[in-house]
């Protein structure tokens, strides 16, 4: 395990910037000086997470209008729809984040598609 400027184990610290998403990798890619191990994981925590927030704002606001304009117009099956679709949304997003900080506690640099190799040319 490579060493790291907080003093624990780098495997620990790249499963932590994940616990609480882009707020602990914000946290993370600050307090971490040297270690590239530590900054990939947190970097990847804050573009992922914070990405994922911005998309459940959007589709909450659809669904939102939708319920609304469902609600004045008496039929639900859109509103529903979209519910349905953010329900999904979070599981899958629980299950990436339980997925990463395993990944990170294993020590392994793993790359979502996409941002894994954008985030590794910026650290």
């Known amino acids: 395990m490579g060493e790291t400027s907080i003093g624990l184990d780098e495997n ?5 910037c994940y616990l609480l998403g882009w707020l602990t990798g914000i946290v993370f890619f600050v307090l971490e000086k040297d270690n590239r191990f530590v900054k990939f ?3 990847q925590s804050i573009v992922v997470f914070f990405g994922l927030m911005i998309l459940m704002w959007i589709i909450g606001a659809i669904t939102t209008a939708m319920m609304v304009g469902a609600s004045m117009m ?5 509103a529903s729809l979209f519910t349905l679709v953010m329900v999904l949304i979070q599981l899958v997003i ?3 984040w339980l997925f990463l900080m395993y990944k990170a506690y294993s020590g392994e640099m793993y790359k979502v598609p996409v941002i894994g190799d954008w ?3 910026k650290i």
């Not at 620990?12 to 932590?16: M, Q, S, Y």
């Not at 008496?74 to 859109?78: E, F, L, Y």
């Open 12 to 16: 620990i610290e790249g499963a932590l």
């Open 119 to 121: 985030v590794e040319s």
């Open 94 to 96: 629980f299950g990436l």
């Open 41 to 43: 994981h947190a970097m």
């Open 74 to 78: 008496g039929s639900g099956m859109i």
